[in-house]
Antibody, heavy 123, light 108 residues
Framework: QVQLVESGGGVVQPGRSLRLSCAAS????????MHWVRQAPGKGLEWVAV????????YYADSVKGRFTISRDNSKNTLYLQMKSLRTEDMAVYYC????????????????WGQGTLVTVSS | QSALTQPRSVSGSPGQSVTISCTGT?????????VSWYQQHPGKAPKLMIY???ERPSGVPDRFSGSKSGNTASLTISGLQAEDEADYYC????????FGTGTKVTVL
């Protein structure tokens, strides 16, 4: 069965960096676009970034563009999110999510989600 | 892009039907057939319930249905059950992805 397990969250000071990881199993990781979606405490969902199946295309929400970098290692079935210049408004649970359709980076919905990892930005 | 607009809450008794609206613009909901709906129980990850406006993933009960008219998409839960009590979010592809503000469904 599909499993997505995020890690790397924690407490970080404003302006610092953090890298999240998402270990995938149970499907052909290298065939699917992958996303990061976040949820601030008590708030709604916000899409963050997507990467194509082969890593050649990456797209970001305006709120994180230039500060966050999405990447993947298909040999390790792992998705990453490098976050720099963190702000208090970046504090959230970060979910990785699988794109439903193979080889499609946009339009396809998120059919499996991890349990999330909490990022706390505080001095 | 601004978040899609959903009612803050809806409620119904077991067995009744409830409908959640999701209002966007001609640049998102109105322009694409790629509207999806997610159910989220407290402390849990979201779950895909509807995609491409009205398609149901395998395993999702047929009590859940979706539709769209103009700039507004809707999720209807028929035969409401206790386990349907959760938060629901719509999502539209619009070049990137935009989520709705979320709706809490309460089963009375």
């Amino acid at each position: 069965q599909v499993q997505l397990v995020e890690s790397g969250g924690g407490v970080v000071q404003p302006g610092r960096s953090l890298r999240l990881s998402c270990a995938a199993s149970g499907f052909t990781f290298s065939s699917h676009g992958m996303h990061w979606v976040r949820q601030a405490p008590g708030k709604g969902l916000e899409w963050v970034a997507v990467i194509s199946h082969d890593g050649s295309n990456k797209y970001y929400a305006d709120s994180v563009k230039g500060r966050f970098t999405i990447s993947r290692d298909n040999s390790k079935n792992t998705l990453y999110l490098q976050m720099k210049s963190l702000r208090t408004e970046d504090m959230a649970v970060y979910y990785c999510a699988k794109g439903k359709d193979e080889y499609i980076v946009g339009t396809t919905p998120f059919d499996y989600w991890g349990q999330g990892t909490l990022v706390t930005v505080s001095s | 892009q601004s978040a899609l607009t959903q009612p803050r809450s809806v409620s119904g008794s077991p067995g009744q039907s409830v409908t959640i609206s999701c209002t966007g613009t001609s640049s998102d909901v109105g322009d694409y057939k790629f509207v999806s709906w997610y159910q989220q129980h407290p402390g849990k990850a979201p779950k895909l319930m509807i995609y491409d406006v009205n398609e149901r993933p395998s395993g999702v009960p047929d009590r859940f249905s979706g539709s769209k008219s103009g700039n507004t998409a809707s999720l209807t839960i028929s035969g409401l059950q206790a386990e349907d009590e959760a938060d629901y979010y719509c999502c539209s592809y619009a070049g990137n992805y935009v989520f709705g503000t979320g709706t809490k469904v309460t089963v009375l």
